[in-house]
């Protein structure tokens, strides 16, 4: 009799696993959580690239928001719509109006040529700005107009007054002293500097004092802001001077590999730069020209090639933004996309 049947008759049953069943759950297992895992890194790189995907985009929609807005309001000057003739009583910076108040020419730019080269030369922005941080082969825009809102006289003012007065000076917060600011009518404008401001007719009025002399910098040559003996009534309105300046520089940021992205920079009126959008790695500028008067622009051209920018009617600015972190295997990580734009400027009369 088999000696491994029981006395009832039937077979001993078994107990354990033998070494093949074991090594062929071993050999699933292993297989299964192979799988597991691939399909878990899978996952997280498909989740990584999505989302650096919405980052660029986020950023690029950011950064055309930035940039529109101001390239639409180019050459702003309230009622005042012939930019070429504004008066301005600044003193002259190494001889010439200081740049970031020069509003006859509106729209200036400077234009990458090769890798730490632009024309014009980047020597004349302001101080402020760090120029030698500047991406290479990456382009500079600069806006010039006024805010649109403006605070109307409350009272004639005479050719040879030096002071203004305006009415609700609740809404001039950030008009301080040494503010640059434009006075203007439908007929004349004049930039100038606030020497002196204070409240009058108990907090109803504001006075904006605009003497020449004193230590104000760069200050006034003189107190009279119009060419003859005209006066600004009280249909002007005085606005505050906001130029802005667009650059690509190195942020403050770190992404997931401990570099240093790119970032939108802005210097905005007289505030130091800001940094606006991070991961925005190239910033070009067109610049659409017209010829004919129609306020269509006939061709686009770079600002160095351009001997009148009261030509300029509209602006195409192309923005290269990347994914910040490293998402990708291939290259440096980074997933990056170039978007464009023509802005058209709302603020050209016809020069036909």
Known sequence: ????????????????????????????????????IQMFTA?????????????????????????????RM?????????????????????????YEYDLEQTIAGHDATSAGTWSPSLDVLPDDIDTTAIADNTDVLVIKAVDTTGVRLSADMPSSSATIFTSHPDSLAGYE??????????????????TNSQTTAGGTELSIVHNSGGSTVP????????????AFR??????????????????????????TPLSLWRKFAGQPPAELVEGVEDLQ???????????????????????????????????????????????????????????ALRNRISRG
């Open 234 to 259: 009280t249909d002007a309105a005085v606005y505050s001077v906001q130029t802005q300046i667009f650059y690509v520089a190195p942020g403050s940021g770190t992404n997931n590999r401990g570099d």
């Open 74 to 98: 180019t050459g702003f000057t309230g009622c005042f719509s012939d930019n070429t003739d504004v008066l301005n009583v600044l003193n002259p910076v190494d001889g010439e109006t200081p």
């Open 285 to 343: 500028v067109l610049y659409g020209l017209d010829t004919d008067g129609d306020r269509v622009p006939n061709r686009y051209r770079r600002i160095q090639n351009i001997s009148d920018t009261n030509d300029i009617v509209t602006v195409r600015v192309a923005v290269t933004a990347n994914s910040v972190d490293e998402v990708i295997e291939d290259g440096d990580g980074l997933l990056r996309r170039t978007f464009t734009k023509t802005i």
């Open 1 to 36: 009799m088999n000696s491994r049947v029981a006395a009832s008759g039937f077979p001993a049953r078994q107990s354990g696993m033998s070494l093949i069943e074991l090594l062929v759950a071993l050999t699933l297992g292993a297989f299964i959580t192979v799988g597991i």
């Open 177 to 194: 002293d040494e503010d640059i600011l434009l006075i203007s009518d439908c007929e004349k404008a004049a930039v100038f500097q606030i």
């Open 219 to 230: 200050g006034n040559s003189q107190k009279e802001l119009t060419r003859d003996s005209s």
């Open 43 to 71: 996952n997280q790189r498909t989740y990584q690239v999505n989302m650096g995907q919405a980052r660029l985009q986020e950023s690029a929609r950011f950064a055309m928001e930035f940039l529109a807005k101001p390239i």
